[in-house]
């Protein structure tokens, strides 16, 4: 009952930015984490970044760290990732995800495709 939309993927050269958001309805969101996730071609769904709903407490991947920063709007119930520097090797689509704390994630959104060239 958690509904996610991601947007503001595209096209940008290397150093540039982007700014995705998720947007989330449905269930309440203050018990849930949400997480930011992506896939490459041909490559295994890889961990980005989570925040806490409640707290704001922030995880990041080490291969992002120090470029991309989570963050969250509660009135807007929209979560946001900042990404700067970007890198050719950021190129994924990426996945807007949530679920309960302590558990595994249990609601995707459809995907927004990030490219980055060199």
């Known amino acids: 009952q958690v509904q996610l939309v991601e947007s503001g993927g595209g096209l940008v050269q290397a150093g540039g930015s982007l700014r995705l958001s998720c947007a989330a309805s449905g269930r309440t969101l203050s018990t849930r984490v949400m997480g930011w996730f992506r896939q490459a071609p041909g490559m295994e769904r890889e961990f980005v970044a989570r925040?806490?709903?409640?707290?704001?407490?922030?995880y990041y991947a080490d291969s992002v760290k120090g470029r991309f920063t989570i963050s969250r709007d509660n009135a807007k119930n929209t979560v946001y990732l900042q990404m700067n520097s970007l890198k050719p090797e950021d190129t994924a689509v990426y996945y807007c995800?949530?679920?309960?704390?302590?558990?595994?994630?249990?609601?995707w959104g459809q995907g927004t495709q990030v490219t980055v060239s060199s």
């Open positions: 925040i806490y709903w409640s707290g704001g407490s922030t």
């Open positions: 995800a949530t679920g309960n704390r302590g558990s595994s994630y249990d609601y």
